[in-house]
Every structure is written in C-alpha cells, then in structure tokens.
C-alpha cells in the first residue's frame, strides 16, 4: 500500500480536532515572518508594481467571545493572536522595506494587506 501523505479519513477525523483561534492565527504568520513577504512582493513586483498591490488576503473567524471569554474587535482579535498591536507590527514591517510600504485594511472578517511603491 502506497505512503499517503494524507488521507480524506484522516482530514475528516481532525478537522475538529483544531480550534479556530489556532487556525487563524497560523494564517496570520506572515506578520511575524517577514521574509514571508519575498514571494508576493516578487509577484507584485513581476506585474509592473500596481497601486495598492494585494500582497495577502486573509479571512479570518473572529469568534465572539474569543475562547478567553473576551470579546474582541477583529482589530483586537489580530492583535491578540499575533501578541503585538497591528498597527506597531505593520509600522515594524515598514522599517524593514525600503522604496515601498505595506499597510492593511479590515473589512468585516478580512484582513487585506497591500504594498504601495514610493
């Protein structure tokens, strides 16, 4: 019998087993990895450096309350589950970038992150 990597029995048995909170802060790793920024800065780069180019897209499941029992705007949500303030985590991330910048934008339960050339 073949080595799978993963099975469909497999997924269906865990896909409750992780908690929404881990899943979105595991997509919200970008933020804490910057170098995670190379490929879709060089995809950004690769269609001429369009205005306010897409560099991620990320939904998230804020619940409410979080499992803490606190409420949390999305704003705070990310906060939370990145263990820094947003706004201090992207302002950190443009210091590391020079000739461009990134900035975000929330929308109900999305997470926009755009890269603009200077």
């Not at 799978?4 to 933020?31: G, K, W």
């Not at 490929?39 to 369009?50: D, E, N, Q, T």
Request: aromatic share 10%.
């Amino acid at each position: 019998m073949p080595d799978y990597i993963e099975t469909m029995d497999n997924l269906l048995q865990s896909r409750e087993d992780v908690p929404q909170e881990t899943i979105d802060a595991i997509s919200l790793n970008p933020l804490s990895h910057p170098t995670a920024f190379i490929f879709p800065l060089r995809r950004w780069a690769s269609v001429g450096f369009p205005p306010e180019g897409n560099l991620f897209l990320i939904t998230l499941n804020s619940p409410s309350p979080c499992p803490d029992g606190t409420p949390r705007t999305l704003y705070d949500y990310i906060s939370y589950l990145i263990a820094a303030d947003l706004d201090k985590t992207i302002s950190d991330l443009n210091v590391q970038f020079q000739g461009f910048s990134v900035k975000y934008t929330l929308t109900t339960n999305v997470l926009q992150i755009v890269a603009t050339r200077h």
